[in-house]
């Protein structure tokens, strides 16, 4: 990984900068659409040790949402930890971007940023999506940065610095993250940004779309052999195998998880209510499929039809053949199913 940090200035004009931001706020805002990503939170300005609070107010008083949109120069280090836990404990999604106004009273999002305390706050959404400028630094006392040459630091400050690293560390690691970015925040001056790029942001976990698959692997089972992908954050398991010789299956297992921000995916009135499942590019009729539910877990078994190859499709739907009040789909990984599935059906369990 590159060592690139990007000079945004003195520390003077770092100061200034940050110091005459304004308070940040919170506003909804949205497109006037009909979407998912429609309608979001505006967060935008400065990050201070009250501004978790303000979160907190928003939401009891106008109703959580999916996504927050932040566009920040940063602000106060344990403002911005606090501000990630209650973007985490309302399950929200985060974003990067600033908010402008649009056509009549809707508004659009542009190019935004989000430095310092703010993109500890970033990491505190359940989904991260990493579409703007992200970037870390050290933390530092305004004080001594202001006149760096005065000795000042004795041994509980040096304790204390060591305690505020933990305190960081813990966060990073609980939020799903990497620590490397620990590490790349304490090695970047107070007077720099180390701006990750998009390779970055997805190898430490920056960037975290949980409900997107893993390539499909092969592993044995019984007498064969099965191909399998899970979603990242491993709470939907989609494997394909054939059984004594008989048609391929599909078989899902869909796990109840507490946390904020995930879903389940198949659950049974959506299975129930459609005419057909389109599957990996077939469809599949309500006969063909058996749902099981135990208070753990929804598990889901295709029969898939005769002479049925993997490969042209990594989706699973019901959007063709179902209600609107019973809409889904699952977007599974494209790489490794064709050849993963030929060598499961050619090697049944």
């Known amino acids: 990984m590159s060592a690139r940090g990007i000079l945004v200035g003195g520390i003077v004009a770092l100061l200034a900068e940050v110091a005459s931001a304004q308070p940040m706020t919170f506003e909804q805002r949205g497109t006037g659409g009909n979407c998912s990503t429609c309608q979001w939170i505006a967060a935008e300005g400065e990050i201070g040790t009250e501004t978790y609070r303000a979160l907190e107010v928003y939401l009891y008083e106008h109703g959580g949402g999916r996504y927050i949109v932040l566009d920040s120069p940063g602000g106060n280090l344990f ?12 399950g929200l999604t985060t974003r990067i971007g600033r908010t402008v106004p649009d056509i009549g009273n809707f508004h659009r999002t542009v190019a935004g940023s989000c430095f310092s305390a703010c993109a500890f706050a970033f990491l505190g959404g359940v989904e991260r999506d990493f579409d703007g400028r992200l970037g870390f630094h050290q933390f530092f006392d305004e004080a001594a940065l202001a006149q760096p ?22 966060y990073v690691v609980r939020m799903g993250v990497d620590a490397r970015v620990v ?17 970055e942001a997805e190898e430490l976990r920056v960037s975290w779309r949980p409900n997107d698959f893993r390539p499909w692997q092969i592993e044995a089972y019984g007498d064969g ?19 004594n010789g008989r048609r391929a299956l599909l078989f899902t297992e869909d796990m109840t998880v507490a946390s904020p921000g995930q879903h389940r995916v198949f659950f049974p009135e959506a299975i129930t209510g459609a005419r057909a ?9 309500p006969a063909a499929i058996r749902v099981v539910e135990d208070g753990e877990a929804t ?5 898939l039809p005769e002479g049925f190859v993997a490969g042209a499709s990594s989706q699973i739907s019901n959007i063709n053949h179902a209600p609107h009040v019973y809409w889904f789909g699952v977007q599974a990984s494209g790489e490794g199913l064709a050849v993963n599935a030929a060598l499961a059906f050619r090697n049944c369990i």
């Open 79 to 90: 403002g911005g930890l606090l501000l990630g836990e209650v973007i985490r404990n309302a």
């Open 149 to 170: 040459e005065l000795p000042r630091f004795n041994a509980i400050d040096f304790s204390t610095n060591q305690l505020v690293t933990g305190i960081i560390l813990e």
């Open 183 to 199: 590490a790349l925040a304490s090695r970047t001056p107070p007077n720099a940004i180390y701006e990750l790029s998009l390779a």
């Open 225 to 243: 052999l099965v191909a399998f992908s899970k979603s990242y954050d491993e709470h939907l398991t989609l494997t394909l195998y054939c059984a």
């Open 277 to 285: 499942i389109d599957v990996l590019g077939t469809t599949v009729a």
């Open 299 to 303: 598990r889901v078994t295709f029969s």
